[in-house]
């Protein structure tokens, strides 16, 4: 069974960075897209981002086109989130899955515990 592991997260002031891992076990090898999502409070499930693991192809939402970066190595079957100017809105929960959504809001889905971002002014 295809299980995802998220970490990376914490509080970083507005303005800085943090890299999020998103480490895959199991099925991994099936897996061609991997997206990056997030869950603000009370909100469904954002895709902000994903790649295709065999090119790197990637996709980006326009609220982090230009400041997230998404990338994999697939020797450690992790795809990683690197994301630079942090602004407020960007506090979330964020999770990944082996799909790409970006752009839409999920209302349902098998996601894992996740890695809280906090961003304070």
């Known amino acids: 069974q295809l299980r995802f592991v998220e970490s990376g997260g914490g509080v970083v002031q507005a303005g800085g960075s943090l890299r999020l891992s998103c480490a895959a076990s199991g099925a991994a090898l099936k897996v061609d897209w991997v997206g990056w999502f997030r869950q603000a409070p009370g909100k469904n499930h954002e895709g902000i981002a994903c790649?295709?693991?065999?090119?790197?192809?990637?996709y980006y939402a326009n609220s982090v086109k230009g400041r997230f970066t998404i990338s994999r190595d697939n020797a450690k079957n992790t795809v990683y989130l690197q994301m630079d100017g942090l602004k407020p809105e960007d506090a979330a929960t964020y999770f990944c899955?082996?799909?790409?959504?970006?752009?839409?809001?999920?209302?349902?889905?098998?996601w894992g515990q996740g890695t809280q971002v906090i961003v304070s002014l």
């Open positions: 899955a082996a799909e790409c959504a970006v752009g839409v809001f999920k209302v349902s889905g098998d």
């Open positions: 790649i295709d693991v065999n090119d790197g192809t990637t």
